[in-house]
Nanobody
Framework: QVQVVESGGGVVQPGGSLRLSCVIS????????PGWYRQFPGKERELVAS???????YYHDSVKGRFTVSRDNAKRTLYLHMNSLKLEDTAVYFC?????????????????WGQGTQVTVAS
């Protein structure tokens, strides 16, 4: 059974830092290309950052230089280190895991999501 569990959200002042974690089980972690999305009220989710199997990263322009995505294959965990947080970073953050195979081993376009974790930046 696939499980995607985020943690680490909270309330922080502008300029502060948070680290989000996402533990992924039930899938071969080392071949995954997971990412972090966020959702503002009334808006669609947007991709914030992702990391490939060999460490290649993508960042949304709005977080470049402030956020760092990383992975620990041994711990099956994806991280998002968020520094210099701004009021406009306030959102629900979701861990996203694309996977190309169903439970019968057949090609499929699947996505697994965590439950989301609230990040609030407020003075």
């Amino acid at each position: 059974q696939v499980q995607v569990v985020e943690s680490g959200g909270g309330v922080v002042q502008p300029g502060g830092s948070l680290r989000l974690s996402c533990v992924i089980s039930g899938l071969p972690f080392s071949i995954l290309v997971p990412g972090w999305y966020r959702q503002f009220p009334g808006k669609e989710r947007e991709l914030v950052a992702s990391i490939g199997t060999h460490g290649a990263t993508y960042y949304h322009d709005s977080v470049k230089g402030r956020f760092t995505v990383s992975r620990d294959n041994a711990k099956r965990t994806l991280y998002l280190h968020m520094n210099s947080l701004k009021l406009e970073d306030t959102a629900v953050y979701f861990c996203n895991v694309p996977y190309g195979e169903d439970d019968r081993g057949q090609p499929a376009e699947l996505e697994y999501w965590g439950q989301g974790t609230q990040v609030t930046v407020a003075s």
